[in-house]
Antibody, heavy 121, light 114 residues
Framework: EVRLVESGGGLVQPGGSLRLSCAASGFTFRSFPMNWVRQAPGKGPEWVAALSAPGDRTYYANSVKDRFTISRDNSNNTLFLQMSSLRVEDTAVYYC??????????????WGQGTLVTVSS | DIVMTQSPDSLAVSLGERATINCKSSQSVSYSSNNKYYLAWYQQKPGQPPKLLIYWASTRESGVPDRFSGSGSGTDFTLTISSLQAEDVAVYYCQQYYSTPGFTFGPGTKVDIK
């Protein structure tokens, strides 16, 4: 069974930093690109970032470009999201999501349960 | 970025009746080389992550009941629940996974029981 477990969320002040992790199991992690998606309270999902399987190509939403960094450790089956210069509007549940195929352009299945990031003073 | 819109914002349907949700993309989400539509539908229940129902616009994910179906072409797509069940109460989102960066989602359609 594929499992994705996010951690690292919490309360942070505007301008602060936070590092999220996503522990993956049940599939060959190193073969799949991976995604971070966030969902603000009462809103629809917003794709945040994607990373190629070997970790050499990154893709970011304009809203987080130059502030967030996606990375991975294929030896330990873990995906990361380093977030800096955080803003109030970054408040959301952050999900990691696996594509249903090894192609970057794939629907997301499954998603983790998410970790809540709250940016507030 | 490709903008996804959905209609209606919400709908209430009697048990056993049909529910229809529409999704429109601001530009094409298909490649002529493979004739596939890079369009997915997700179901989200309160406190849960989104769950994939349909991909390639019309392919049902394994385990998804056959009362859920997807259709469409060009820039207009539809999710149909043929006979609404109580467990289908949720918010439904469409998503395009055609353009990188920017796998954009629609704003969602809330489905309730009438």
């Amino acid at each position: 069974e594929v499992r994705l477990v996010e951690s690292g969320g919490g309360l942070v002040q505007p301008g602060g930093s936070l590092r999220l992790s996503c522990a993956a199991s049940g599939f060959t992690f190193r073969s799949f690109p991976m995604n971070w998606v966030r969902q603000a309270p009462g809103k629809g999902p917003e794709w945040v970032a994607a990373l190629s399987a070997p970790g050499d190509r990154t893709y970011y939403a304009n809203s987080v470009k130059d502030r967030f960094t996606i990375s991975r450790d294929n030896s330990n089956n873990t995906l990361f999201l380093q977030m800096s210069s955080l803003r109030v509007e970054d408040t959301a549940v952050y999900y990691c999501a696996k594509p249903r195929s090894v192609l970057l352009r794939s629907a997301f299945d499954p998603w983790g349960q998410g970790t809540l990031v709250t940016v507030s003073s | 970025d490709i903008v996804m819109t959905q209609s209606p914002d919400s709908l209430a349907v009697s048990l056993g009746e049909r529910a229809t949700i529409n999704c429109k993309s601001s530009q094409s989400v298909s490649y002529s080389s493979n004739n596939k539509y890079y369009l997915a539908w997700y179901q989200q229940k309160p406190g849960q992550p989104p769950k994939l129902l349909i991909y390639w616009a019309s392919t049902r994910e394994s385990g998804v009941p056959d009362r859920f179906s997807g259709s469409g072409s060009g820039t207009d797509f539809t999710l149909t629940i043929s006979s609404l069940q109580a467990e289908d109460v949720a918010v439904y989102y469409c998503q395009q996974y055609y353009s990188t960066p920017g796998f954009t989602f629609g704003p969602g359609t809330k489905v309730d029981i009438k």
